[in-house]
């Protein structure tokens, strides 16, 4: 939110440091993200008037105007705009003038005639960011004034407010929150002092017929208005803070919200036929709105209807048909509060965003609604006369309950730690618009984030500072906690997979994926977003592979064919356990380069993934056989009868799909089924004594795998036995050699003491007893 500091003066004494300013708010958990310096600070712009205007002899798009600036002859002027008409008054930029972008204004010859300077929008001069044709300045200013005059320097800052601090959307709000935090007092001036109180009549004239999305809704007639430019004041407030100027009745509106913080909107009267009704829009139901676009409705989004048809987006935007415009005398003035979750999902849906709506979707202030129509009353009839209806006509109820929320001051000083004065708590609370109860504090309706004790205190330590608790100890030793060690176990994995020996990069990809994505790799039921930002964000991501394989189709467009990825993140199913930790591999491209030995580089496959799932030392994990749609060749990864991962290759068709023309090899881990304190490394002394190698060859039936063979000669704890390594898988479909349903593979077993150098006899012992035991536990015969 843009807050202008000249207006917050009105407010508030601010301090003379703008940074100081800053600071405190920044401290105080109001996130000042920049500042920025408004109004014009150009020389050798004026007011000018326009006296005459004729088409351009050369261009269909140009008009040459005589315009009077203060000097003894008029200037002509060649001008490319057309909101104009002879007699306004407009910024024109004397030769000699250095507009933004170090652009200097020279006499010169646009199309064979000349021009002796520049008329100006809002947006040349920096008034505003986005401007449509001149700045058309009010009747009254006097032709040759400095603009400087009439738009002095601003100062403006640009704030982030939070989602649970609707009150801060406005001047008043903000100049409450500074003059708190500062210890000054707060200056609300009686225009707006003398709309508190202010009450409606019920009429019949005002249905609601949605009272769940809009429980209050008011109206006021106000007659014989003059629409035209805003005066200089206004148009000066609006644009020192980025907002364009349409013309008074809409500029006051505006104007509410921006120092109130209610949204309003006027319509022309002539333009309705008959009475209010909001009520559900029809299914597919059309409506042009004031920015010239036409949108489809829905019956989950609430509009503002006449008797015939839908005048109004509620709380989002108005309708072109019944906007105000010149020819405008009477006007109806809207003030409501409609319930935040309706206008968020309706601004969303339909891609439409307001100012109106970024309120409302926050929630505003239920008791402000009847004081900001009555301040917009004021100001319309002083700039724009008329003559407003005596009462405003309503429907619905705006009576709001306070609640009392209970405070002690010993659990105030027990929290902060620090002994805070009774004295400065009053002022502190009351201060941010609290009233002292009997039992605690009453919270005004535009704080509906003080609910608790403990919301009270954290104002307080807000407005005293955290530098003002004081520190009683400089370091506590706390015992690791499962979140430590869970952080542990992720570096840990980090570090590994990103070793040279490993070569992976880390990618990150959005928790949120599209319908599309979560299909491609299917892994159960997943999780939707209700009310998606967009197309591509519906889904919790069910799995990290969609993620990566998203990574591996920009990479490879890129020219990029050798990828090592990882992502280490949460998941979400739909199952018992809905998020979980995952860690997601991909391979693919060269797994090896060329050399003067092999001119072409290997492509990684199935192997190369399997010993990288090898290297990560995860205790206990075996490889099964398995099936997946996107998959051609699958394993599980058990632990034991729990299944903790996922591991293949891509079909030959999906990766294709992706642009790949190598093997694409993906795994996926459930981190959570595993410990997370990572195991303990120990150093061994280099051996002193020789190793002695047996081989072992043996037929199993082809079903047996290696890893359980392997499991077999480990498990034994033969304290001999240092390693087993397979080095030759053979098969015969044609049951020649062997029978076609077996296989011969053969082991390399290594044999070593720590203590003295081995005996033959010792070897062998050790030799038979693991082919004893193999034999005892395995369907194999051994090929002597």
Known sequence: MKVSLNWLKEFVELPADVAALSELLTKAGVEVEGIETRGCTIAKVVVAQILESVPHPNADRLSVCKVAEGGAEPRQIVCGAKNYKVGDKVPLALPGAVMPGDFTIKVGKLRGVESQGMMCSAKELGLAEEAEGLLLLPADSVVGTPLTELFPAETVLDVEVTPNRPDLLCHLGMAREIATLLGKPLHIPEAIRATAGTGSQPTAEITLEAPD??????????????????????????????????????????????????????????KLQGGIRVRRAAEGEAFLALDGKTYPLAPRHLV?????????????????????????????????????????????????????????????????????????????????????????????????????????????????????????????????????????????????????EIDLIEEIARVIGIEAVPAREQTRFTASSPADQRHDQAMRLRRRLAAPGLGFHEARSLTLISEKAAASFPVGEVRRVRNPLNEDQVVLRPSLIPGLLESLTRNLRAGVRDLRLFELGRIFRADAREERTGLALLLSGAAAPASWRDSKPRPADFFDLKGVLSALALDGVTFEPTTHPALALAVELRRGEAVVGLAGQLTPARARELDATAPVLVAEIDLDLFEAAPPMGRFVELPKFPAVTRDIALLAPADVAHGRIEAVLRGANEPLLVEVELFDVFTDPTGQRIPADQKSVAYALTYRSTGRTLTAEEVAEAHQRLKERLKAELPVSFRE
Not at 236 to 251: F, H, P, Q, T
Not at 350 to 370: H, M, N, P, T
Not at 401 to 420: M, S
Request: glycine share 10%; hydrophobic share 45%; charged share 20%.
């Open 304 to 452: 503002i209807a006449d008797q015939q048809r839908a005048v109004a987006i509620a709380g989002v935007m108005g309708g072109e048909e019944s906007g105000v415009t010149e020819a405008t005398s009477d006007l109806l003035l809207e003030s409501a509060y409609f319930a935040p979750a309706g206008i968020r999902r309706t601004s969303r849906e339909l891609g439409l965003s307001s100012d109106s709506s970024y309120r409302f979707e926050r929630g505003i202030d239920l008791a402000g609604v009847l004081p900001a129509s009555a301040r917009a009353v004021q100001l319309i009839l002083e700039v724009a006369g008329g003559e407003a209806e005596p009462v405003v006509s309503a429907a619905g109820s705006c009576v709001v309950e306070e609640a009392i929320v209970p405070f002690r001051l010993e659990r105030c000083h027990a929290v902060l730690g620090a002994a805070v004065p009774g004295e400065q708590v009053d002022r502190i609370l009351t201060g941010f618009g609290l009233t002292k109860a009997a039992n605690g504090w009453r919270v005004p309706s535009f704080r509906p984030d003080l609910t608790r």
């Open 213 to 270: 999305a809009c429980p209050f809704y008011s109206a006021r007639r106000i007659r014989g208005v003059k629409v035209g430019p805003s005066p200089a004041w206004l148009r000066a407030k609006l644009e020192s803070i980025g907002i364009r100027s349409i013309n008074n009745i809409v500029d006051v509106t505006n104007y509410v919200m921006l120092e109130l913080g209610q949204p309003l909107h006027a319509f022309d009267l002539a």
